[in-house]
């Protein structure tokens, strides 16, 4: 079913019009009423003109069950109530299908480039609601899965752009069902939020027992309880609870808010130090000791007791792998709130249903949540690309090698879909441009399909690269490094150098294809196999000398496995092959060889990443 597409009563705006304004700073003042599911807000916004065009209007979106009440403009002690027309706007950026957008006049346009100081004013109600899925076709159970954000006695949860509208934004008109541009526009959002500087004032009113915590973008702060009567019973009493999160900038997400009503329940003491080798070849210690002291790895609030212990021995399981790549200490407990439906995560902080999360098979789940407090670079191909692949070293641990292989590349298939085919330079006259290549590099990639599975790809491929010991090392090392204000590009290079020290190998080919740039995908074949039977003398024993020529014709350089198997025996060396060209490398083996593989499913190809080519021997 298409939304409605009748234009919205007031002014007529273009998605060009609503995408010019970048918020680049929010101060807000929230007061919300659980009871009544209420939003009262106050918002200072600091709005800025991204497009090449003056602008005498401006639009800015809340959720539909929110109306707008006022607009100023603030010029240093000069303040000036703008004329606002507001009118409903169809939108899947929130989960009612619609938003309230406010059209402000200015009083002079705002030129490119420049910005200006809002104080706005806005309420309503934010209540559980689908209507955006039931649009589309969506039950009421698949609509209660996956929109369960709201304001509710018991349960508060806003998860923001894309979901739920609880703050001022401004952009384009987005829509479920048509294909992934609403998916696509939130990552962008998410890039384009990193230097937004944010500050919440929040006060909640209360019956009963007052909340006792709140996260906001996975930041905690206690909620301060001011009862109205402090003599009367808390099962009686009301009042408010507030807290304040100082400005600090969003990074790589929206804007996020959750009421914790219990306390959070310690559990899984950290590992201590563990005298065990932590070499390659004894990777984890099979059971963990504990300092009973020690800081917790989880903090959940629910009310299921039942699953706590089931879910405290999975994260004492999982800890020791987490410890030997990572290093001790995690730097925060991951905190879980526990609810059914579709998982929400922002860093160390997960809400799921924790009787999911503490299942057996639900370990690998467990894993890559329990990597982000271990890990928090602030990048988002780092963080989650080595939350999967801790994800997928635990099913390498407990299911085998060959099991982490075919998951890792039934994560990929959307990759190799997605990723862009670059014409072969060599085939092109040298005056002819080459088209810019159409996929994400890493260091500012939006979409999950690289800063996860494209990422995850790329920590694979490091670790049979520079070896399992130097990946860990550096991983150890660079994880405790104070936070960065280097641009995306800039840590990329630093751990570039810190890899390539760890590991003495140059790296620059590597990152330059599969971090810095996309160059899309490697595209990998046997050319050649010739095989030369030595007799013994003096200087050696008898045995084969096998040249392999494999060639590359995709745009982006790969050092894959090439695997001799010569009846019960292999040898296995890596091979560098450069894009758009080829390489040849002879190896010895004992006995006559029988096969020949090439890459072994951890680089991702254009098409088939295992490639195989049978060898007959004439006696």
Known sequence: MQPNTAQPTGPELTDADRSAIALTTYDLDIRLTPATSALTARAGLTLHNNSVLPLDKIALQISSTLRWESATLIEGTKRTALPLSQHLLDTDTDHTGKSSEAILTLPQPLAPGASITLDTFYSGTIAQNAERLARIGATDAQGAEADWDQIAAGFTALRGYGDVLWYPVAGPQLFLGQGAELFQAIGRVKLANEQVSTHLHLSVEYQSDPPVAAYFCGRRQPLHALPDNPDAPVATGSGLATADFPAQLLGFRVPNLFLFDRAETLLAPLPIASSSSSSSTNPVPAVPTYDSTGAPMLAVETTDDGSLPRLAASADTIAPLLEHWFGTPPLSALTVLDHTGQPFEDGPFLVAPISTLAASDAASALAHSMTHAWVQTGQPWMDEGLAQFAALLWVEQSQGRDRAIVELNNLLQPLILTEPTIPNRTAQPATTPLPAPAGEPL????????????????????????????????????????????????????????????????????????????????????????????????????????????????????????????????????????????????????????????????????RNSLHQRDIVVKP
């Open 443 to 606: 260091i500012s990639a939006t979409s999950e399909i690289y800063t996860r599975r494209k990422a995850v790809a790329v920590w694979f491929m490091l670790r049979g690269i520079v070896g399992e010991d130097a990946l860990r090392e550096a991983l150890s090392a660079w994880r405790m490094q104070p936070p960065s204000e280097a641009s995306a590009r800039d840590q990329a290079l630093a751990l570039e150098k810190l890899l390539e020290k760890a590991g003495g190998k140059d790296l620059a080919w590597f990152f330059h294809d599969w971090v810095l740039n996309d160059q899309g995908l490697p595209d990998l074949s046997i050319v050649d196999v010739s095989t030369r039977d030595l007799s013994p003398d003096a200087k050696r024993q008898s045995g084969w000398l096998v040249s392999v020529t494999a060639r590359n014709d995709g745009a982006a350089a790969a050092e894959v496995p090439v695997v001799i198997r010569s009846g019960t025996f292999t040898n296995t060396r890596r091979l560098l092959i450069p894009a758009y060209g080829q390489t040849t490398d002879r190896i010895l083996v004992e006995a006559a060889p029988t096969q020949v593989l090439l890459n072994d499913g951890t680089t991702p190809e254009v």
